[in-house]
């Protein structure tokens, strides 16, 4: 008999989507961002910053994939994983995405990100993680590539893309 609670999992999201942080600090979800999450064989997130613009929205397994990879860096520098891991944990909190597709900010997180109560960006990247944006940061970031774009074009073309 085929195990009926195994799940396939879901390619993250392509694209980048808008979205809204309500005055409660609930990020909800587009259905698909919902659906991928809902698709890992671990649905739980750690949602953080590592460069304080940028909120992140870990899958747990990629969390304890990058807590594997600071002990790495440790080895090479401890200060530095000690700053990022610090930061990490300041700015983070464990979540989980509730029935209504909602995933709770960190508050101190949303306050210094200023995306309480804002339109926000998100975008995921091919290892799962979530990317969410101010729409501040995410205009300025846009700005930059649109300034790269005809040299990002020409080095892609010589690539073979299409």
């Avoid at 009926?4 to 989507?17: C, H, I, V």
């Avoid at 949602?47 to 990058?66: F, G, H, M, Q, S």
Wanted: charged share 30%; glycine share 6%; aromatic share 6%.
């Amino acid at each position: 008999m085929a195990d009926e609670t195994s799940k396939t999992r879901l390619d993250p999201p392509r694209g980048a989507y808008s979205a809204h942080v309500d005055d409660k600090g609930r990020l909800k979800l587009p259905v698909n961002f919902k659906e991928f999450i809902e698709s890992l064989e671990d649905s739980r997130l750690f949602v953080t910053t590592t460069d304080k613009r940028i909120a992140k929205l870990y899958p747990i397994l990629v969390w304890k994939e990058n807590e594997i990879r600071l002990k790495a860096v440790a080895l090479e520098n401890p200060p530095l994983a000690k700053a990022l891991s610090q930061i990490a944990r300041h700015y983070g909190e464990d979540a989980k995405v509730d029935a209504g597709g909602k995933v709770l900010i960190p508050t101190n997180l949303r306050r210094l990100l200023g995306i309480e109560g804002q339109e926000i960006w998100m975008e995921a990247t091919p290892e799962g993680c979530i990317n969410v944006y101010s729409t501040a940061e995410y205009n300025a970031q846009l700005e930059k590539s649109q300034a790269l774009l005809e040299q990002a074009n020409e080095a892609a073309e010589r690539k073979g893309f299409v």
